[in-house]
């Protein structure tokens, strides 16, 4: 096949005019930029779009206009190729993006050579703009960062498209009813919760904008208890059109603020409503007893992503009869699930043996070609494989179960096995943790990683996870646990034992998910080593 051309030329009518060649009246794909803002588009007649975009108001600042043909192009690869662009543009972070929501193309699905287009072609694409300093980051740089995997731009699978068509609709549906509407969305780590609100505050943002929507002027919001996740979040906005940093807020200076204000937001999508407080807590500014209630009272909509494997503390613990007591007082929607998995690249027996562990059943380790799980005789060794694989491929780590001493007091404090050292649950600011180069050097806790993806995860199971050579099971030791925060408010459950197990298992859970491509385990307790080593050997 032949090679891409990419044709750049000022953005202005004389320009247009002169276009000549079979590219203006078959498929291209473009884009139109000046120094600080960029769109991207299709079509199947260069000149007639280019003309349309002279009149838009928006597109009158771009100065530059850069056409990429390919004499075997499709509409299905352009629609593919400029889907991608809009992605990879976005998390380059060198412009900010005038695009819309792509609702309607932007699905999941094969087509004629689809590799060739999206894998050899796109790569062929992006060099040459990175040749010619259009953008500034490598494609690996770029799929690593948080800010890609969130893109609101992103293709959705048809069971996401219909979760966010579903949304738009109950919003557009309730936003004038007299009581507040609540629909529930629950999910495993991994399956797209996240990628599907971001979408959704987009998109709705987007019709907040337009007189003919019934959500024309809509006050909307996207909360996340996970100072990670915010940071994410607050990153996009800052590069997206539609949205500003001020549609991401905390649960509590949310409810705060509209307390102050004495006014009810319009819809408010909630992500990680597992994290919501459950009861007060002062020490964060949260004086009333529930955040849930509290947001339902102070929104017309509400949207909550839910899973109740990843509650992690007792002062916000969910459980299907706490979370019935508060919703089952509004109207709703039946709750919605999404199933599919899409972080971790491994088999069904992979995934199922993985969540057995987190129940506490250890079974025969299944093997898997698209899928690497080591279990590691020491964690200095898997540091290492770590280490290498993090320069090879990028976004390899190391996290741990909380069962080493830290406290937010500015000192260092580190995870010590054998002979292994490393600090561990580092704060960065703005920054996510996984993204700073620095941290593969460091040990992630479930504060630092819940949410995000790493390309290897190395799991360190801390003294609290521990094995019961009789029922040949994990034997959770909650008094080794060391995160003091999960466990206050204990004295408030009858059943304080049973959720301690709870919280540690979830944590786990979290953490094991993690990887797309592999998954390391290494036991601090000898026993549990010596049986995942067995198992290993038998595979």
């Known amino acids: 096949m032949s090679k891409i051309e990419i044709k750049t030329m000022p953005f202005d009518k004389s320009s247009i005019d002169r276009m000549n060649g079979y590219y203006t009246d ?215 059109k539609a949205l500003t940093k001020k549609n991401f807020e905390k649960p509590t200076s949310f409810i705060n603020q509209r307390k102050k204000l004495m006014e009810k937001a319009d819809i408010v999508l909630v992500d990680e409503a597992h994290l919501l407080l459950t009861k007060s807590d002062p020490y964060n500014n949260f004086v009333e007893e529930n955040q849930l209630q509290e947001i339902i009272r102070h929104s017309k909509i509400v949207i909550a992503v839910y899973d109740d494997k990843q509650v992690l503390k007792m002062k916000s613990y969910w459980d299907e009869e706490r979370l019935q007591s508060i919703i089952g007082n509004y109207n709703t929607e039946p709750t919605y699930k999404l199933t599919n998995q899409f972080r971790m690249k491994a088999n069904n027996e992979m995934i199922n043996w993985i969540d057995h562990f987190v129940e506490k059943k250890i079974t025969e380790i299944p093997y898997d070609s698209n899928y690497d799980l080591k279990i590691f005789e020491s964690a200095s060794k898997m540091n290492d494989v770590i280490q290498d694989l993090n320069r090879e491929i990028g976004l390899a780590r190391i996290v741990s179960t909380f069962d080493y001493i830290h406290k937010k007091d500015g000192q260092d404090y580190y995870v010590e096995e054998d002979n292994f050292k490393l600090p561990w649950n580092g704060d960065y600011g703005n920054t996510t943790w996984a993204e700073k180069a620095e941290t593969v050097r460091e040990v ?90 067995e198992l290993q050997k038998s595979m």
């Open 26 to 240: 078959y498929p291209v794909v473009y884009f139109l930029n000046n120094d600080t803002t960029v769109y991207i588009g299709e079509t199947v007649a260069v000149r007639n779009r280019m003309r349309d975009h002279l009149n838009n108001r928006d597109r009158k600042a771009l100065k530059k206009m850069s056409l990429i043909i390919h004499e075997k192009f499709n509409r299905s690869a352009t629609y593919n190729i400029e889907t991608k662009l809009i992605n990879y543009f976005l998390a380059d972070e060198r412009y900010k993006l005038q695009n819309k929501s792509q609702t309607v193309n932007s699905v999941m699905h094969n087509y004629y050579e689809k590799r060739f287009y999206n894998e050899e072609l796109f790569e062929d694409i992006w060099d040459e703009l990175l040749k010619r300093d259009i953008v500034d980051n490598s494609r690996n740089t770029i799929e690593n960062k948080d800010i890609f995997k969130l893109s609101p731009f992103k293709e959705l699978s048809i069971e996401q498209l219909e979760l966010q068509q579903k949304i738009i609709e109950v919003c557009t549906k309730h936003i004038n009813d007299d009581e507040p509407f609540v629909f529930l969305i629950k999910g495993e780590a991994g399956v797209g919760k996240s990628v599907v609100l971001s979408s959704v505050i987009n998109k709705i943002q987007e019709l907040s904008k337009e007189k003919s929507s019934p959500l024309k002027n809509t006050n909307n919001y996207l909360l996340v208890n996970h100072t990670e996740m915010l940071k994410t979040y607050k990153k996009i906005a800052g590069n997206v």
């Open 444 to 533: 992630g806790s479930i504060y630092t990683i819940q949410g995000f993806d790493l390309n290897y995860v190395g799991v360190i199971l801390g003294p609290s996870i521990s094995y019961d050579e009789d029922t040949d099971e994990l034997k959770i030791l909650t008094d080794n646990y060391k995160d003091t925060e999960a466990y206050r408010g204990k004295d408030e459950f009858q059943n304080s034992d049973e959720i301690k197990e709870k919280i540690i298992l979830n944590s786990l859970n979290v953490l094991m998910k993690r990887g797309i491509r592999g998954l390391f385990i290494y036991a601090s307790d000898s026993k549990l080593r010596a049986r995942l080593l």
